[in-house]
């Protein structure tokens, strides 16, 4: 029997006291409790955090009380989720805040790619960057403080690997223990290693994310577990910071495009959140297009906007090398919807091969990242092609997860052997220009410099420059 809080007492955890509400995205309706489901009790659609004082701030001051922060060594100063915590749910006090100085992402420019695909201002926001390697984190802060302030012992998840690393340390963090439920065999080694040592307990399930996501539901209406999926609407306001800290990177000055991946569409729902907000408020005078890219083995946004008008969602039995969004069923589709039209963002699909070159690029720029944030570039260029973005317009490229965060990924690609055996192996010779293989030689002066040698005839081209 499981104890339903870290307090002695047997009744239920009780709900933060504060100034902001639930609304549904559905109907509208607004509520200061949210079921565990986090589910309208009119309606059934998903909840989304509101906060009425967030609207009435100067927003000049607020760019200055931002920025001052930055220099400040107070923990939740040090933090880039909640240096911005005028437009965030407030937590009962600053101690009770989870944090492990997460956000504070670089934004990078890539000078190869821009070249490369003529976009003289491209740039990526390494959420890679983050303290799990991902950019769960930003959300896992928020989520992890409200769970432990509402006296929950035990916070679970399904999870496609980067979630659950993320959960498993917030909890560890915050005294609390938690449950992850990962399909078997279909995470990364990295991303499993990571729960494992952050002391989760973890459950691999032989079913795929979806299946596992189902699991979960019907576990928190039975059990005193706080679910930390991206369903609850405190993750979404966390992963709004991305959008706060991007602007402040570019002096508030808004880029024509910001590009995502899409997997349960939490993060798209999120920036967009952050985006309408800030524009809400005065901090931006105009909205970028947001825009949504999935792997086309993991296509059930791309499917429901040209199958469904965007009306109903369309379901894929998800395959795909990006594991991370390996995702058929995504929770957040409707709030996915409603920002891309919102904002006019695209919505593109890409190949496997298209996204094994695309981080592969990302990588060759000194940055790196896991496969599913290469569908980002992999997107734009498509989007280029077709006109949607234009040269001379501001890009930015949301890497969500570390390059070392799926090291098998990066080794088969650079030893060839990535698509062997499948449909795409004759196709992936193409890619060869970019692959980097080991070379294994005698432990000999000579032998070194002849590789040398030949590594400068074959490729003159490459230069650090
Ligand atoms: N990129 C990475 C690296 C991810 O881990 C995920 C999702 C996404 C993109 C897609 O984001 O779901 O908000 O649309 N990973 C989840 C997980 C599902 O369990 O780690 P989304």
């Given at each position: 029997?499981l104890?339903?809080s870290?307090?002695?007492?047997?009744s239920?955890p009780s709900?933060p006291q504060?100034s902001?509400g639930?609304?549904?995205i559905?109907?509208g309706?607004?509520?200061?409790?949210?079921?565990?489901?986090?589910?309208?009790?009119e309606?059934?659609?998903?909840l989304?955090?509101?906060?009425?004082?967030?609207n009435?701030?100067?927003?000049?001051a607020?760019?200055t009380l931002?920025?001052?922060?930055r220099?400040?060594?107070?923990s939740l100063?040090l933090?880039?989720?909640w240096?911005?915590r005028?437009?965030?749910?407030?937590?009962?006090?600053e101690d009770s805040v989870?944090t492990l100085?997460?956000?504070?992402?670089p934004?990078?420019?890539?000078?190869q790619?821009?070249?490369?695909?003529?976009?003289p201002?491209l740039?990526?926001?390494?959420?890679?960057?983050?303290?799990?390697?991902?950019?769960?984190?930003t959300g896992m802060?928020?989520?992890?403080t409200?769970?432990?302030?509402?006296?929950?012992r035990?916070v679970a998840?399904?999870?496609?690997?980067?979630?659950?690393?993320?959960?498993?340390?917030?909890?560890?963090?915050g005294?609390?223990r938690?449950l992850?439920l990962?399909?078997e065999?279909?995470?990364?080694?990295?991303?499993?290693?990571?729960?494992l040592?952050?002391?989760?307990l973890?459950?691999?399930?032989?079913?795929?994310?979806?299946?596992?996501l189902r699991?979960?539901?019907?576990?928190?209406?039975q059990?005193?577990?706080y679910q930390l999926?991206?369903i609850n609407?405190f993750?979404?306001?966390?992963?709004k910071t991305?959008?706060?800290?991007l602007?402040e990177?570019?002096?508030?000055?808004?880029?024509?495009?910001i590009?995502v991946?899409g997997g349960?569409?939490?993060n798209s729902s999120a920036?967009g959140?952050?985006?309408?907000?800030?524009?809400?408020?005065g901090?931006?005078?105009?909205?970028p297009k947001?825009?949504v890219?999935?792997?086309?083995?993991a296509?059930a946004?791309v499917?429901?906007?040209?199958e469904g008008?965007g009306?109903?969602?369309v379901?894929v039995?998800a395959e795909t090398r990006?594991?991370?969004?390996?995702?058929?069923?995504?929770a957040s589709?409707e709030?996915?919807v409603?920002?891309?039209?919102?904002?006019?963002?695209?919505c593109?699909?890409v190949?496997?091969?298209?996204?094994a070159?695309?981080k592969a690029?990302?990588?060759a720029e000194g940055?790196?990242c896991?496969p599913?944030?290469a569908?980002t570039?992999?997107?734009l260029?498509k989007l280029l092609?077709?006109?949607?973005v234009k040269?001379?317009?501001?890009?930015v490229?949301?890497l969500?997860g570390n390059?070392?965060k799926?090291?098998?990924?990066?080794m088969?690609?650079?030893?060839?052997?990535l698509?062997?055996?499948t449909?795409d192996e004759?196709?992936?010779?193409?890619?060869n220009p970019?692959r980097?293989?080991?070379?294994?030689?005698?432990?000999?002066?000579?032998?070194?410099?002849?590789?040398l040698?030949?590594?400068e005839?074959s490729?003159p081209q490459?230069?650090n420059a």
């Amino acid at each position: 029997m499981l104890p339903s809080s870290t307090s002695e007492k047997s009744s239920k955890p009780s709900p933060p006291q504060a100034s902001f509400g639930f609304r549904c995205i559905g109907c509208g309706s607004v509520t200061n409790t949210a079921a565990q489901d986090f589910r309208c009790s009119e309606c059934g659609n998903l909840l989304e955090i509101t906060d009425s004082s967030w609207n009435s701030r100067n927003p000049t001051a607020l760019k200055t009380l931002w920025r001052e922060r930055r220099s400040l060594n107070a923990s939740l100063d040090l933090s880039g989720v909640w240096r911005f915590r005028e437009l965030l749910p407030g937590p009962a006090s600053e101690d009770s805040v989870v944090t492990l100085r997460e956000g504070n992402t670089p934004l990078y420019e890539l000078p190869q790619s821009s070249r490369r695909i003529g976009i003289p201002r491209l740039y990526a926001k390494h959420q890679g960057m983050n303290p799990t390697g991902s950019f769960k984190d930003t959300g896992m802060t928020v989520a992890a403080t409200f769970a432990r302030q509402a006296g929950y012992r035990w916070v679970a998840c399904a999870s496609t690997g980067n979630t659950s690393a993320s959960m498993a340390a917030y909890a560890a963090r915050g005294g609390m223990r938690s449950l992850v439920l990962v399909p078997e065999g279909k995470i990364s080694w990295s991303k499993l290693s990571q729960a494992l040592d952050y002391g989760a307990l973890t459950c691999q399930l032989r079913t795929d994310f979806d299946g596992c996501l189902r699991l979960l539901q019907e576990l928190v209406r039975q059990a005193p577990v706080y679910q930390l999926n991206s369903i609850n609407p405190f993750r979404l306001e966390g992963q709004k910071t991305l959008a706060l800290e991007l602007l402040e990177q570019l002096d508030w000055q808004p880029p024509d495009h910001i590009i995502v991946p899409g997997g349960n569409l939490g993060n798209s729902s999120a920036i967009g959140k952050a985006l309408l907000e800030m524009l809400d408020l005065g901090l931006i005078p105009s909205l970028p297009k947001l825009s949504v890219i999935q792997a086309e083995g993991a296509n059930a946004l791309v499917r429901t906007l040209r199958e469904g008008g965007g009306k109903r969602l369309v379901s894929v039995q998800a395959e795909t090398r990006a594991t991370a969004i390996r995702i058929g069923n995504p929770a957040s589709w409707e709030k996915a919807v409603k920002v891309l039209q919102a904002t006019g963002g695209a919505c593109e699909q890409v190949s496997e091969l298209e996204i094994a070159q695309a981080k592969a690029e990302i990588g060759a720029e000194g940055i790196g990242c896991e496969p599913a944030s290469a569908v980002t570039l992999a997107g734009l260029k498509k989007l280029l092609q077709q006109g949607f973005v234009k040269p001379e317009e501001t890009v930015v490229l949301v890497l969500t997860g570390n390059l070392l965060k799926d090291p098998d990924f990066t080794m088969g690609f650079h030893r060839g052997d990535l698509f062997q055996g499948t449909a795409d192996e004759r196709e992936s010779a193409r890619l060869n220009p970019f692959r980097h293989p080991p070379v294994v030689l005698d432990a000999s002066l000579a032998a070194v410099i002849k590789t040398l040698e030949q590594a400068e005839e074959s490729n003159p081209q490459q230069s650090n420059a």
